[in-house]
């Protein structure tokens, strides 16, 4: 058992937060023998709400929690961090335009991302989760300029999970049997769900989904639609969000940067667009393949992509292009 490592997780009084502690705190993310001081930050009038979670965090007795510090101050939140896990953002309320939507949060985020600037190790790894994530996650990475925008990522791995288990239902085997789905573009409803590279370990052979699954239709329709469409289902049936999905899908996401991707296999997580070799214009947030080792990603190369993938691709890239020119606009004069 080496030094603490010291984890932000912000809107922690929230739903997801309280799913998502548990796991982080009993290893399941950075590993059995790593003990971590965890910073939860929410705003102040949900403090008293904050302390009933740190009193739970004691009671669960876990041997590698060394510390629990609440706080609603950015100045004590985002000190030497290691990895900051960014839950907390302003929701879509009824009747909200996505504009109103993305003011409220570039502010949050110019803020976030300065403090990140100032009070954070360089090496830290920040991980966006609240929405509009991607936009939210380009907003703080532009707000601290002496990061590198590459320790900027934003979660689209709930979207893979959720690509992974809707091929898994339909063949009938398990989420494992299945790898190398790809989310490309933006954690919103324009993502594009894409098969054409994932393999599926139909009876200990390794088929392409398109030769396992024998319907096009239904993975040019249906699947595309469930999963772009996910989260409203819940939404709908649960009257709430995604917490427990969301949850496990950021543990998957920061586990993977810590510990690196399995041999042969590729996630989907949206990373700064610089440099990549599929046609997305540069300086977007973007949902890629990649892969990780030393805690560095490097995006999936060579990738041939089809007529009917490269339209889905530019449609969810221009809606980015779009979200980010408004976020701009305000973040002069957040």
Not at 16 to 25: R, T, W
Not at 194 to 223: C, M, Q, R, T
Not at 325 to 334: D, G, I, Y
Request: hydrophobic residues 40%; aromatic residues 6%.
């Amino acid at each position: 058992q080496g030094e603490p490592i010291r984890v932000l997780v912000t809107g922690a009084a929230g739903q997801i937060a309280y799913s998502l502690l548990y796991s982080i705190a009993k290893g399941d993310v950075f590993g059995k023998e790593q003990p971590l001081v965890l910073v939860l930050l929410d705003i102040t009038p949900m403090m008293t709400v904050l302390e009933g979670v740190v009193m739970e965090l004691q009671d669960c007795a876990l041997p590698l929690l060394r510390e629990v510090i609440p706080t609603d101050k950015e100045e004590v939140a985002f000190k030497d961090l290691d990895i900051a896990i960014l839950v907390g953002s302003m929701p879509r309320r009824e009747g909200m335009e996505r504009k109103d939507l993305l003011k409220a949060n570039v502010k949050i985020f110019k803020s976030q991302g300065a403090a990140l600037d100032k009070y954070a190790k360089k090496t830290v790894k920040v991980v966006v989760v609240g929405n509009p994530a991607n936009t939210n996650c380009l907003i703080a990475s532009k707000s601290a300029p002496s990061i590198p925008k590459e320790n900027f990522s934003c979660l689209t791995r709930l979207d893979h999970n959720r690509a992974k288990s809707q091929i898994a239902l339909k063949l009938g085997v398990t989420a494992n049997d299945v790898k190398n789905v790809i989310i490309w573009g933006n954690h919103s409803s324009t993502q594009y769900p894409d098969v054409n590279h994932a393999k599926v370990n139909v009876k200990g052979k390794e088929v392409g989904v398109y030769e396992a699954i024998k319907d096009d239709s239904w993975l040019k329709g249906d699947f595309i639609l469930t999963v772009q469409q996910r989260g409203a289902a819940v939404i709908k049936a649960r009257k709430l969000s995604s917490a427990m999905s969301a949850a496990k899908a950021i543990c998957d996401h920061v586990r993977d940067i810590w510990f690196g991707t399995p041999v042969g296999e590729f996630v989907s997580m949206g990373v700064i667009s610089d440099g990549n070799s599929y046609g997305v214009p540069e300086d977007l947030l973007y949902s890629f393949p990649v892969v990780i080792k030393d805690k560095a990603w490097k995006f999936v190369e060579g990738l041939p992509i089809n007529d009917f993938s490269r339209e889905k691709m530019d449609l969810t890239a221009k809606e980015l292009t779009e979200e980010k020119e408004t976020a701009v606009e305000f973040l002069s004069s957040a």
